[in-house]
């Protein structure tokens, strides 16, 4: 404890250049962990958004994902309904939803365009969407899954304004039964949604299940998507399914997320780059102070030596100055981390449209104790490292030479 007593004497002797060191690491501390809790918050966001999109589990055809089909819904699922109760009845499961993939034309009488169709349950699709998804005018699907139900249409405003649609009009989907054959089949838009991908809302069509199926002429289903209650149970959770359905092939969302993928290797390599600078700056400027305070006390330690001090005794002290400065700067750049953080929680700051979307997301930034822990430990342990390199060589300098320095 005297030491440590000793150690902070000695960084009170000069105090304008240990502020100056200490204000040095906070906002190199600041901006790892502002940088890192960004970086953070747009993997949580990305995650959440790859899995409201394609469910936390999804369960398909073995050959669905690695074989392209002759005919639409050739390796569809069927007896989806037993599958579905069956996923249902565990309880960290939200809920399973069946979808159906196809694509064909859509005709408004004068013009027709390719579209990508979804059919979905309306009743879990548009809840578990959440933000995902935006309802821009009209209303949302019917619930009800009757085969001779109304059919309803809500198309991508990109593809509405291409069909000059709106909540009522009219048009006609024309696709490929599963026989081979062309049907067609009229239905009336309800609505307008955008996911904001404007690409997307050129071709994105929502029907009911039980609209897709009866232009498609079958009662079997692309993929059945699983909700889970937690992410991390996701892992855990295949393996279950994999093998109450061994004739099925079960992939995550983290397979199907592309976009999640690349936008974390992007950042991981921008934000190591920047914490990797930052954390040399702040070495090198612990290692100035340091240093100029090893040269100012030479014939101070040259006293101490011949009073008896042992050299390790005189690196210890330098050490323990490291630690303090840079343990001081540590705690100084996590509260203004701490404050920047609670100020973007509470502040409506929107960051613009990333490349490829046409909506932009709130800016916020993510705590993490597990980093606030790595940033301190790594930036304590260099100003330790870096005050022992500095002071061991003026250590172990002979007295006289040391009593003699000018």
């Known amino acids: 404890m005297k030491w440590f007593i000793f150690a902070g004497k000695n960084i009170l002797r000069n105090r304008r250049r240990s502020l100056i060191t200490i204000l040095i690491t906070a906002v190199g501390t600041a901006g790892i962990l502002i940088g890192g809790g960004f970086a953070l918050f747009t993997y949580e966001s990305l995650q959440e958004m790859a899995a409201r999109e394609s469910g936390h589990l999804i ?24 599958m ?45 969407k959440g933000p995902a998804l935006t309802v821009v005018s009209g209303a949302t699907l019917s ?41 067609a089949l ?12 404007p690409d997307v809302d050129k071709r994105l069509v929502y029907v009911n299940i039980a609209t897709a199926q009866r232009l498609l002429l079958t009662d079997k289903v692309s993929t059945l998507s699983v909700y889970l209650k937690e992410t991390r149970q996701t892992d855990l959770k295949r393996a279950q399914v994999s093998a109450l359905f061994p ?3 079960v992939r995550t969302w983290r397979d199907q997320a592309y976009y999640y993928t690349a936008v974390r290797n992007l950042y991981n390599r921008i934000f190591g780059l920047l914490g990797i600078i930052i954390v040399v700056m702040v070495g090198f400027a612990i290692s100035n102070t340091l240093t100029m305070a090893v040269v100012e006390r030479t014939r101070e330690i040259g006293t101490l030596r011949a009073l008896g001090t042992l050299p390790q005794q005189i690196v210890r002290v330098f050490a323990l100055e ?7 700067g540590s705690l100084c750049g996590m509260l ?53 390199l500095v002071s061991r060589k003026m250590a172990a300098k002979p007295i006289v030479e040391a009593l003699t320095h000018v």
């Not at 034309?105 to 990508?116: A, C, E, P, R, T």
Request: hydrophobic share 45%; charged share 15%.
């Open 59 to 82: 369960v398909a055809h073995r050959n669905f994902f690695t074989s392209d089909e002759d005919t639409p819904m050739q390796y569809g699922l069927d007896n989806v309904a037993g």
């Open 322 to 328: 490291g630690m303090i400065l840079g343990g001081a």
């Open 84 to 128: 579905k109760k069956r996923l249902e009845q565990d309880n960290d499961v939200r809920m399973a939803l069946p979808r159906v993939q196809f694509s064909g034309l859509l005709s408004n009488g004068d013009k027709s365009s390719v579209f990508v169709g979804m059919g979905v349950d309306p009743a879990g699709e548009f809840y578990t």
């Open 247 to 249: 004739e099925q092939t």
């Open 336 to 388: 203004a981390a701490l404050a920047t953080t609670f100020i973007f929680l509470f502040a409506d700051f929107q960051m613009p449209p990333p490349p490829g979307r046409s909506v932009g997301y709130p800016l916020q930034i993510n705590f993490s104790p597990a980093l606030y822990l790595l940033t301190t430990l790594v930036l304590v342990l260099l100003s330790i490292a870096a005050a022992w």
């Open 143 to 183: 619930a009800t899954s009757k085969a001779d139900a109304p059919a309803e249409i809500m198309l991508g405003t990109e593809l509405a304004r291409q069909m000059k649609a709106t909540s009522g009009t009219v048009l006609t989907l024309l696709s490929t039964t599963t026989s081979g054959s062309l049907n």
């Open 186 to 197: 009229d239905v009336t838009v309800c609505g307008t949604v955008s996911v904001g991908v």
